[in-house]
């Protein structure tokens, strides 16, 4: 079974920092890179970073240097650190495998606001 359960989402002021984390069910974490995804309101979701079987990592420009993404194979969890953050930052945040299988967990919701 399919399992993605994302948490660590809230409010949060502008410069501030959260930790986002995934549950993730181990047929689909192990042999997988993972990916955090966001969607913003009125935007298509986007991926931006991953995280491959052996620890190498990706960003997308706008959060490279201030997003990092680790995971925990003997957890089947996958982490986002978030520092630096603003308000385009604002979205519900996914994980998933990347590429992207087509189930989706409910995500977490970021609020970067003063």
């Known amino acids: 079974q399919v399992q993605l359960v994302e948490s660590g989402g809230g409010l949060v002021q502008p410069g501030g920092s959260l930790r986002l984390s995934c549950a993730a069910s181990?047929?689909?974490?192990?042999?997988?890179?993972m990916g955090w995804y966001r969607q913003a309101p009125g935007k298509e979701r986007e991926l931006v970073a991953r995280?491959?079987?052996?620890?190498?990592?990706n960003y997308v420009d706008s959060v490279k240097g201030r997003f990092t993404i680790s995971r925990d194979n003997a957890e089947n969890t996958v982490y986002l650190q978030m520092s630096s953050l603003k308000p385009d930052d604002t979205a519900v945040y996914y994980c998933?495998?990347?590429?992207?299988?087509?189930?989706w967990g409910k995500g977490t919701l970021v609020t970067v606001s003063s």
């Open positions: 181990e047929t689909i974490f192990s042999f997988n890179a």
């Open positions: 998933n495998t990347e590429p992207a299988t087509t189930y």
């Open positions: 995280i491959g079987t052996g620890g190498i990592t």
